[in-house]
């Protein structure tokens, strides 16, 4: 099927008790079990079924089929957030005296758990000079346990070289772990330019509405774990947290999401509710029809905010002077994501104007909503970094990112073009009052 298709119909073929033919709500915490012996098969892994919602729910089950088939992975499991989904993906096979090798470019939370929390717990994080593979070859020792990156970095929009990644990590016998959230597999499948696990913040556009927290870890199935039995020695030997079991030899290649969900997801508990999954699987079923018009309506953005006096840059992949250009035409052909960035001449206070005088996009720190939404990342998504760390990861002080909406080009355009306007007129009255005071 292709992906319009399996975002509708993916892990569901309607309930052959009820013939309901939406996904239900399964609202319970546990299962039953017919009999002690059917209770000890399920968790002894000898039989499928379910146990207890924090292991898994078969609303989130539907969520993670179709996620998984999007993705083109082999499966997936659910969390409660995107935070949930990265950490995760890094402590199911890295442990103290570990790193983590990434980009230096990253949303300003997983910045934070690679620079500031992962260490704590002596997993440290090595983040490369530049997106150079070659930058990133350099930082990784025996001690690597992934190399992380996300598809499009959020909010600098750079597009990562997942080929040239996966290359390097798997030369040295690591995984590549991509966060695909601002790309969604619409516009950029990590798993086929050679991706070993995708990270959700299914919270964006696969959720599309604003509404639910969710995140997603899909395992494409490729990375051989099995050859390496001491670096990855948890899927390898008998894990103790789960009785015994040895997850390459129970579940072949399905053994890294297995792990995740037996050892991390059940002893720590971020689970999904399942009213979320329902409500992400609602989201899901529109999500290439809503890609479409983020994109199309953000390119004409992007066209109008660079021909406008006001504004000082734009910073939109699809603009063939932008240095981000090349990498977007080889990894999203020729769409492009519906995030982009501004700075309005005048600097912070400019751009501050600009940011208050928006009226339909929303002034928040969320993206990937149906309706449209700005940002100002330095004083809020980013304002925990110091202002080097800020620079770092993309983030300049007088910068807005928006996330364009669905909602009809001429209002959102209409909406920016006044806000410009305004901005400009409370720049000149405060130079007349400042003039006039003198
Ligand atoms: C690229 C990216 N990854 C992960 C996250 C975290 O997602 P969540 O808010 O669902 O925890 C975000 C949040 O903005 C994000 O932008």
Redesign the pocket.
């Known amino acids: 099927m292709k992906r319009e298709t399996i975002a509708i119909h993916g892990g569901w073929d309607g309930d052959p008790t009820t013939k309901a033919v939406a996904v239900p709500i399964y609202q319970t915490i546990a299962f039953e079990f017919d009999s002690a012996e059917h209770g000890a098969a399920l968790f002894n892994l000898e039989v499928e079924g379910n146990i207890y919602t924090r292991i898994g729910n078969p609303t989130n089950a539907v969520l993670e089929k179709r996620v998984a088939a999007l993705e083109g992975g082999l499966e997936a499991l659910s969390v409660s ?6 950490e995760y993906s890094l402590i199911n096979i890295a442990e103290a005296g570990n790193n983590i090798v990434s980009l230096p470019q ?2 300003g ?2 910045y934070t758990l690679l620079a500031h929390i992962l260490p704590k717990r002596g997993i440290s994080s090595r983040f490369s000079a530049s997106d150079d593979p070659a930058e990133v070859d350099k930082l990784i020792d025996e001690n690597t346990r992934a190399v992380y990156c ?1 598809s499009v ?2 909010p600098a929009g750079n597009v990562a070289d997942i080929e040239g990644l996966a290359r390097v990590a798997h030369k040295h016998g690591v995984p590549l772990i991509v ?1 695909n ?2 790309a969604t597999p619409i516009l950029l499948r990590p798993i086929e330019c050679g991706a070993d696990v995708v ?6 556009f696969m959720g599309g509405h604003g509404t639910t ?3 997603m870890i899909v395992d494409s199935g490729k990375f051989p774990w099995r050859d390496y039995p001491e670096r990855f020695y948890m899927l390898n030997r008998p894990e103790i947290a789960y009785h015994g079991v040895v997850y390459v030899e129970h579940y072949g290649d399905a053994a890294y999401v297995a792990r995740c969900r037996t050892v991390c997801q059940r002893n720590t508990g971020a689970t999904l509710s399942p009213f979320n999954g329902f409500l992400l699987l609602q989201g899901v079923e529109t999500l290439a029809l809503r890609v479409e018009r983020h994109v199309e309506n953000a390119r004409q953005v992007a066209e109008f905010l660079r021909g406008h006096p006001v504004v000082e840059w734009v910073n939109y992949a699809g603009f063939p002077d932008n240095p981000l250009y090349p990498m977007a035409q080889r990894y999203l052909g020729s769409k492009r994501c519906s995030l982009l960035t501004f700075g309005v001449k005048g600097g912070f206070e400019a751009g501050k104007r600009c940011f208050n005088a928006l009226r339909l996009f929303k002034r928040m ?3 990937g909503d149906a309706k449209s939404l700005a940002c100002h990342p330095a004083s809020t ?1 980013h304002r925990q970094l110091t202002p080097e760390e800020q620079l770092q990861v993309g983030v300049t002080p007088e910068m807005i990112r928006l996330s364009v909406g669905i909602e009809h080009i001429d209002d959102i355009i209409e909406d920016l073009a006044q806000a410009l306007e305004q901005s400009k007129r409370e720049a000149s009255e405060a130079v007349a009052i400042s003039v006039g005071g003198r």
């Open positions: 957030s995107g935070m949930a989904a990265i990253l949303y939370a997983t996300e970095g959020n966060d959230t601002i990270v959700h913040s299914m919270t964006k927290l969710g995140g720190v969320n993206m998504t």
